[in-house]
């Protein structure tokens, strides 16, 4: 794997896109045009290689005024994207106020769809302020610190998220900051030991 | 939980979890468009699957719903 790695910048040159990645590049170029978006799921780990599919991407967007979900809904039909819960735009950014997630498939499919939810808390609107471009051939998305990806997936703890953060690991040690990385182990109280994750 | 059955499954967990580890280090020394290649035959192929499953729309929102939490939810 080739890849250029910083801070605030991942280059992946001449991958090529899957399906997958074709879905969540048309879906984030309509929604970027609203508002700034992460990317913070088993996505991640897919981007880079690892060998599954997966159901859902999720999304994080910071929180918006009724009218420009609204846009956002509107252009998102005329995109070819249907909302599959059964609400129309206000009954939408009702349910997302409230806390829940809204689901975006293309137009008659559900698989893959995109769960979009609004931040909840510091740690949100830290991945969010502190999201990573990700260049990949034909578009730039926007993900979650690889670090932090790690650490909340050890802390989930299903066989699936500690499959994924031992991929992350396995193709990220040799870049990430090993302060920050200690940091958010301790934050999410948890420790990579026993899956050879150590800093 | 038996004794028996937890074994088992620490086990196929670090079965997999050796998989995993194998399959990073040979995309890491893979040049991109080769890993993705493969990679890409592999996901069109789940998602063609995904598409031809016959559930309706509203059982598939039932059945996330409804899908078991992670074991560590984080509070919120």
Redesign the interface.
């Known amino acids: 794997?080739?890849i250029q790695y910083s801070d605030r910048q991942i280059v992946?040159?001449?991958?090529?896109?899957?399906?997958?990645d074709r879905f969540v590049m048309d879906f984030t170029r309509i929604l970027e045009k609203s508002t700034p978006y992460v990317i913070v799921s088993g996505y991640v780990a897919?981007l880079?290689?690892?060998?599954r599919?997966t159901?859902?991407i999720d999304i994080l967007i910071p929180p918006l005024e009724q009218d420009t979900f609204v846009h956002l809904y509107r252009d998102l039909i005329a995109g070819g994207f249907e909302f599959?819960?059964?609400e129309h735009d206000h009954g939408l950014y009702d349910m997302l106020v409230r806390g829940m997630g809204v689901?975006i498939a293309q137009h008659t499919?559900?698989?893959?769809n995109i769960e979009l939810k609004l931040l909840?808390?510091d740690l949100d609107r830290h991945v969010l302020e502190n999201r990573i471009a990700v260049t990949i051939p034909d578009a730039s998305l926007f993900i979650s610190p690889v670090d932090i990806q790690i650490a909340?997936k050890l802390?989930?703890?299903?066989?699936k998220?500690?499959?994924d953060a031992?991929?992350l690991w396995?193709?990220f040690k040799d870049d990430l900051d090993s302060t920050r990385m200690k940091k958010w182990m301790k934050e999410f109280d948890i420790s990579g030991d026993e899956?050879?994750i150590f800093m | 939980m038996s004794m028996e059955f937890s074994c088992d499954r620490k086990t196929r967990r670090m079965e997999r979890l050796a998989f995993v580890r194998t399959y990073a280090a040979w995309v890491k020394k893979t040049p991109n468009a080769e890993w993705s290649r493969e990679q890409a035959v592999l996901i069109n192929s789940l998602m063609e699957n995904a598409r031809n499953m016959p559930l309706s729309r509203q059982v598939y929102l039932e059945r996330v719903a409804g899908r078991r939490r992670p074991r560590r939810q984080r509070e919120r």
Not at chain 1, 12 to 20: F, N, P, Q
Not at chain 1, 48 to 51: A, E, I, K, P, W
């Open positions: 794997m080739d992946v040159s001449e991958k090529v896109l899957t399906d997958l897919i880079f290689g690892r060998s599919g159901e859902d599959l819960n059964a689901r499919q559900f698989i893959p909840k808390d909340y802390y989930l703890g299903s066989d998220d500690i499959e031992v991929y396995e193709i899956y050879g």
